[in-house]
């Protein structure tokens, strides 16, 4: 059998895996979208489900409001003493810790911080010689530096820090940017695997040492070279059951996100180069297919589709802020009230309550119906693509009537009406086209829209699309959301 790369056409972003006995799962950054970071399992490296999330909530109020690329950046996922470790940064809080015993389950503690401050990302730990070691990079907007890789001790429970951080490596010379980083142990040498250069345009680098504090050597092991595959880094490599290693990593795609490709992995001289290899004395260079690295059939697969008819919530749903139960129910359907928030009314990028999923495929249809019970002026029910700029169709109430809408905005701007017109009716099926390179329309009753809008990215995550409602007052209006269904159509 063979692959083909990207193995995911979704944005999880900052992915890191490991195996544990015949299962690989991946967690991923989330930002600022709850529930947060989410958790996936694979049989092959290949197909992928997703079966949970880390954390609903945090000990930071801020995030009851949209805060644009703030949250969970770049965690890491670790095994150790019967328990799963993700260790989980946040730029302007610190790192933070969450565990649990059954992953299946997803009994995940509350996190708790091990080192708090702002500027400190991408924490990685490893267990040597009964101690635990953290090795993090740094946010120059938050911290002043970047390019540097520090070391700190913890506590082999990870409860408490027991030292400072060290510095161990300064790639400002060689390795500019380098952040990312991830430990391991393989035979004699402890090696950090991190990305450096840019995340459109940068490259996979690999550092060695027998001594956790370095000196460390360097060989920058994966390039983009002729491939189509840029910036390929920032991932991670994991030991297969036959002796062979892995390497799974993003790629920025601009409103699809940091989609994920899966590389093969050749040893040279002790270093782990990956992708197709030509010369062993260079960096190997991303792969478009590759027989299964792990040989096994699997029907897992991310969901796109939802009929709403269980009693919680799809893993496939996100909202930018804390999700909150006054703003919706399940009752043979999604029932989204009409929450009124006054900071996004006339910007629906700060309205909390929009109920957002990824983007799963280059080329793709969604519809969905909806049954309109608005009541009050300005409630206002629709589907929305949502990036740094974004489109949206609506039905909103005005002098009595329902009016359906399409608008544009984009961040730190008020949105405008591009066209409006009664509509009276109750029922109403909204459609949105989506195509390769990133381009779409919307539709209703079927019907498309000549009006096409260019689909961008939102603040270090992909472009997302979803549902919502909201109004103007208290008010008990809402909009009952049934059978949302989204397609892959062909294109790229």
């Known amino acids: 059998m063979k692959y083909n790369n990207p193995i995911i056409v979704s944005d999880y972003s900052d992915p890191d895996v490991i195996r544990h006995k015949d299962n690989y799962y991946m967690i991923a950054s989330s930002f600022n979208h709850f529930p947060g970071v989410p958790v996936l399992k694979s049989k092959n490296l290949v197909n992928w ?24 950046w770049a965690p890491s996922i670790r095994y150790n003493e019967g328990k799963f470790y993700a260790f989980i940064p946040f730029p302007d809080e610190g790192i933070y810790v969450s565990e649990c015993t059954d992953i299946e389950k997803g009994d995940w503690s509350e996190p708790w911080p091990i080192l708090e401050g702002k500027g400190y990302e991408d924490p990685c730990p490893i267990w040597l010689d009964d101690k635990c070691y953290v090795v993090i990079g740094f946010v120059k907007s938050r911290i002043g530096f970047n390019s540097k890789l520090a070391v700190f001790e913890i506590t082999k429970d ?68 002729d491939s189509k595959i840029n910036g390929p880094h920032q ?77 919680k919530l799809s893993l496939m749903w996100q909202t930018p802020a804390y999700l909150k139960e006054e703003w919706y129910k399940l009752d043979k359907g999604l029932i989204l009230k009409c929450v009124n928030d006054l900071e996004s009314a006339n910007s629906l990028n700060l309205c909390p309550n929009l109920f957002l999923t990824k983007i799963n495929a ?24 949502m990036g740094r700029e974004y489109a949206y169709i609506s039905v909103k109430r005005k002098n009595n009537k329902n009016y359906i809408l399409l608008s544009e905005g984009s961040f730190n701007n008020q949105d405008n009406v591009l066209e409006e017109f009664e509509y009276d009716n109750d029922n109403v099926v909204f459609n949105l086209y989506f195509k390769y390179p990133g381009v ?20 270090w995550i992909g472009g997302k699309y979803g549902l919502f409602a909201r109004g103007n007052a208290n008010s008990n209006g809402f909009a009952k959301f049934n059978d949302f269904k989204a397609v892959k159509k062909d294109g790229k």
């Open 49 to 72: 489900k997703q079966i949970g999330y880390i954390f609903d909530k945090l000990p930071f109020d801020k995030f009851n409001k949209v805060c644009h690329g703030e949250g969970a």
């Open 158 to 225: 990870c409860r408490k820090r027991l030292t400072d951080y060290k510095f161990i490596y300064d790639g400002h010379n060689t390795q500019p940017t380098i952040e990312g980083p991830k430990f391991y142990k393989i035979d004699d040498y402890i090696y950090i695997l991190a990305p450096a250069g840019s995340v459109k345009t940068g490259w996979q680098t690999a550092l060695r040492s027998k001594n956790i504090y370095g000196p460390y050597e360097e060989k920058i092991i994966m390039l983009q070279n």
């Open 235 to 311: 991932g991670a490599l994991i030991d297969l059951p036959d002796g062979n290693y892995a390497f799974i990593h993003f790629q920025d795609m601009g409103v699809y996100g940091r989609i994920v490709n899966l590389e093969p992995v050749t040893w040279s001289d002790g270093w782990p180069l990956c992708g197709s290899v030509k010369d062993p004395l260079l960096a190997g260079t991303p792969v478009d297919s590759y027989d299964y690295l792990v040989d096994k059939e699997s029907n897992y697969d991310l969901l796109m589709s939802d009929k709403f008819k269980n009693d």
């Open 362 to 385: 280059f080329s793709f249809n969604v519809s969905v119906k909806i049954v309109l019970s608005l009541k009050n002026e300005g409630d206002e029910a629709g589907l929305c693509f």
């Open 440 to 459: 779409y329309k919307f539709g209703i009753n079927g019907k498309k829209i000549n009006k096409e809008f260019v689909g961008l990215p939102g603040r």
